[in-house]
């Protein structure tokens, strides 16, 4: 369990219940608070998911303003895991022409982020 904290952005969608799950009953089993970790686990899944309802179409126009500022921003916060530029990065969006009032407001919220933040990821063309 130790090492999961490490290897969690590798997972894809489709794994991130289940280790959802296996957390929640980690903490269940060591007499943790399992309604506590659930609402942490879903923080969590909701910054690497977005949401599956109202997808986020990411208009090419906004890659190429001013040469790739936004995509150069979101590779930093991508590469440094500095989550906290994600303000930033909601203003070169607005700046470059998005109005999809979820993607700006995902990367003002206070989180918590962590790298596989379907936002950024968005940004950077991964799955």
């Known amino acids: 369990m130790k090492n999961l904290g ?7 969608p489709r794994d991130c219940l289940g280790v959802a799950v296996l957390v929640a009953g980690c903490v269940v089993r060591k007499g943790g608070d399992k309604a506590s970790e659930w609402r942490e686990q879903v923080k969590l899944l909701r910054d690497l998911l977005g949401n599956p309802f109202r997808p986020v179409v990411i208009e090419q126009a906004w890659l190429r ?16 895991r500095a989550f906290d530029r994600l303000p930033i990065l909601a ?6 022409g998005c109005t999809n009032p979820d993607l700006v407001a995902h990367c003002r919220s206070p989180g918590p982020h962590v790298r596989g933040c379907w936002a950024v990821d968005a940004i950077l063309g991964k799955e």
């Open 6 to 12: 490490r290897t969690y952005y590798k997972l894809k």
């Open 65 to 80: 303003w001013r040469e790739g500022t936004v995509v150069n921003l979101a590779q930093a916060i991508y590469d440094d």
């Open 91 to 96: 203003d070169a969006l607005e700046e470059a």
